[in-house]
């Protein structure tokens, strides 16, 4: 404890509370910083500034702050690597949120893929095979993936070449629909699996033009 003159002691002040400052660090989903920003930005004496209602050109990195800070903005360094680094003034957090939410807007427009399943046994029949061969191609024809298998019960894994011979023939017959996302087929457990990717629709010839006729 300090020591007082008049042989006392007085206890050490206890620290009021720090004034609220903008929050500096901004991350991204994994948790790393996307941009240096404001104080982050180190190690360098000036910067090309660029930004809404702001005079582009060279500045010094404590002027840059400056502006920025009148403006109740932050710097943000967007291309570190230039000579002088470029760095933008601009409200931070807000563009975040708005690339996030452009991020999640085009993840739900996204086209999701729809795979569809055809089962087979080692010893399908001509009758069944054509059958799921018919769905199979409607499957690919409306842009959805297909998975086809054939399922070993029991000791028919003995069968297993069957299965390669009849995952071969379908291929050949979905061949003009859909290709093979890889071959020859996958054995998981009792399922030999082999997947079909639609092919993209071949676009109509052009009809010719009909002859003119002569005009006498």
Known sequence: MPFKPNGGYRPKPT????????????????????????????????????????????????????????????????????????????DYQKFCYQQKKK????????????????????????????????HAKEFLQEGSKVKSYVFFKGR?????????????RFAQDLEEFGKPDSYPPVLEGKRMILMFSPKAAKKAAPKPDAPKEDKE
Do not use: W
Not at 43 to 65: C, F, H, P, T
Not at 156 to 168: D, H, N, R
């Open 103 to 134: 991020a999640k807007d085009a993840k739900a427009n996204a086209a999701k893929v729809v795979v569809k399943e055809i089962r087979f046994g080692p010893q399908t029949d001509d009758h069944d095979y054509e059958f799921k061969l018919r």
């Open 15 to 90: 620290p009021g509370p720090r004034p609220q400052q903008r929050d500096q660090r901004v991350t991204n989903n994994n948790g790393k910083d996307q941009h240096r920003i404001n104080e982050q930005i180190r190690g360098v004496k000036e910067v090309r500034l660029v930004g809404d209602n702001v005079e582009m050109g060279i500045y010094s990195i404590q002027d840059a702050m400056r502006i920025a800070e009148e403006q109740e903005l932050d710097l943000v360094e967007i291309s570190p690597t230039a000579a002088p680094p470029v760095c933008k003034v601009m």
């Open 156 to 168: 028919s894994i003995l069968f297993k070449e069957q299965g390669e011979v009849l995952l071969a």
